[in-house]
């Protein structure tokens, strides 16, 4: 909440990450709901789609330095369950999955340090996910129809420390 020189954080800078990480997801959600809605079931349950969204382990052991994007994830796992109990009358379920550390472009420029400092705080297994993995996830909240109004981390058992 404090720049390096010790002044509060500008809101536009708290403001840039909400509205990517947060309004950006509630406007494009709330965007295809009524399409989505209008579906005709698919399954003898009713069931018209699911909503999968991705949150973040930040939102529950956000590192410093990180508290707009702590908020935004955490806002993303507190909305999944109103979310999903709101759109059950519709057969539209809501599922969200809060990754940990995986590869990606930006998890390759990390450091060797930052890297290893990570590496002490994985249980197992000692690495970042794949993208195959989350895929997996993905698609069995999407097939899984009693997947609904949870928030599913898929970490590895990893906890983010709070200095690295």
Do not use: W
Not at 60 to 80: C, E, H, I, L, R
């Amino acid at each position: 909440m404090l720049d390096r020189d010790g002044e509060a954080l500008s809101m536009e800078s708290i403001d840039f990450v909400l509205n990517i990480n947060l309004r950006g997801v509630l406007d494009t959600v709330r965007q295809c709901l009524p399409h989505l809605a209008k579906v005709a079931p698919t399954t003898p349950d009713g069931e018209r789609g699911v909503i999968i969204l991705v949150s973040s382990s930040a939102a529950f052991d956000g590192q410093p330095g990180q508290v707009s994007y702590a908020a935004s994830k955490g806002a993303m796992a507190s909305m999944t369950l109103p979310m999903a109990r709101d759109l059950a009358r519709y057969g539209i379920r809501v599922v969200t999955i809060a990754p940990s550390l995986f590869e990606s472009r930006m998890t390759a420029m990390l450091g060797e340090k930052a890297k290893k400092s990570l590496e002490r705080v994985m249980e197992f297994p000692v690495r970042a996910g794949r993208g195959e993995e989350f895929a997996s996830m993905v698609r069995e909240g999407v097939t899984n129809v009693m997947l609904n109004g949870t928030v599913i981390r898929l970490d590895g058992a990893m906890r983010m420390p709070s200095k690295m």
